[in-house]
C-alpha cells in the first residue's frame, strides 16, 4: 500500500461545478497534513492546511478524518484558473524525523 | 526576501557524468528535502535531511548522494549511477517540530541527459 493515494484524475468539469478530491495515508502517526496545487511544469505551492476541525478558505474546504486516515479537499464554484493539479501532503513522524510524503496528484481540468 | 533557491533552472549533461544541483534557503528552516518529477507523475523522495550533518534515504535514493554541511544548503548530486537521471528535480524546506509545518519550494531544476 502507498504511504498517501490520491484519487486518480483526470476530472473534468464545467465552469462552476463542485468537484471533491480524496486522499488516504497509511502512517497512523502523521501529525500535519496539507493540499499543494501544481501547475504545469512549475513548483508546488501550499493551498492550504488541513486540520481535525476542518478549514475554509473561500470556495475551498478541507477536511480530516484522523480515525479513518482521510483527507479531503472540496471546491465549489470551479472557475478555469482552478485547472492544475492537486497534491495531498502528509508530514509523518519517522525514525530519520519528518518526512513529507506526497500523493501521486489529482488533475483537474475546468472547461467552459 | 526569504525564500528558497535552486540552481540551475535548466541543466545538461552528458551520459556518465555526475552533476551536482544546488539548493539554499534563508528561511532558517531545519528539515530539507529533495524530490523527482517525472512527466505525468507525482513528487518521489529522494532524500531529506532535518538537521546539519545528518540526512536519510527517501524512497528513490539509489543513484543519487547529498551533503548538509550548512542549515543553509543542501546540494544533491546525480551520479553515474543514476539509470534514468532525466527528470524535474525540486528541493524543499519546512520547519521541524511540534508535527512540522508546510513545504516550501524552489523553482526546480530540469535536468536532461544528452
Known amino acids: 500500500r502507498k504511504e498517501v493515494e490520491q484519487d486518480p484524475g483526470p476530472f473534468n468539469v464545467p465552469e462552476g461545478a463542485t468537484v471533491a478530491f480524496n486522499c488516504t495515508y497509511s502512517n497512523s502517526a502523521s501529525q500535519s497534513f496539507f493540499w499543494y496545487r501544481q501547475d504545469c511544469r512549475k513548483e508546488p505551492k501550499l493551498l492550504m492546511s488541513?486540520?481535525?476541525s476542518g478549514n475554509e478558505d473561500g470556495r475551498f474546504t478541507a477536511q480530516l478524518n484522523r480515525a479513518s486516515q482521510y483527507i479531503s479537499l472540496l471546491i465549489r464554484d470551479s472557475k478555469l484558473s482552478d485547472s492544475a493539479t492537486y497534491l495531498c501532503?502528509?508530514?509523518?513522524?519517522?525514525?530519520?524525523?519528518?518526512?513529507?510524503?506526497f500523493g501521486t496528484g489529482t488533475q483537474l481540468k475546468v472547461e467552459l | 526576501d526569504g525564500g528558497i533557491t535552486q540552481s540551475p533552472k535548466y541543466l545538461f549533461r552528458k551520459e556518465g557524468q555526475n552533476v551536482t544541483l544546488s539548493c539554499e534557503q534563508n528561511?532558517?528552516?531545519?528539515?530539507m528535502y529533495w524530490y523527482r518529477q517525472d512527466p505525468g507523475q507525482g513528487l518521489r523522495l529522494i532524500y531529506y535531511s532535518q538537521i546539519v550533518n545528518d540526512f536519510q534515504k527517501g524512497d528513490i535514493a539509489e543513484g543519487y548522494s547529498v551533503s548538509r554541511e550548512k542549515k543553509e544548503s543542501f546540494p544533491l548530486t546525480v551520479t553515474s549511477a543514476q539509470k534514468n537521471p532525466t527528470a524535474f528535480y525540486l528541493c524543499a524546506s519546512s520547519q521541524w517540530g511540534g508535527g512540522g509545518t508546510e513545504a516550501f519550494f524552489g523553482q526546480g531544476t530540469r535536468l536532461t541527459v544528452v
Open positions: 528561511l532558517n528552516h531545519d528539515a
Open positions: 501532503v502528509v508530514n509523518g513522524l519517522t525514525g530519520g524525523g519528518n518526512k513529507l510524503t
Open positions: 488541513v486540520y481535525s
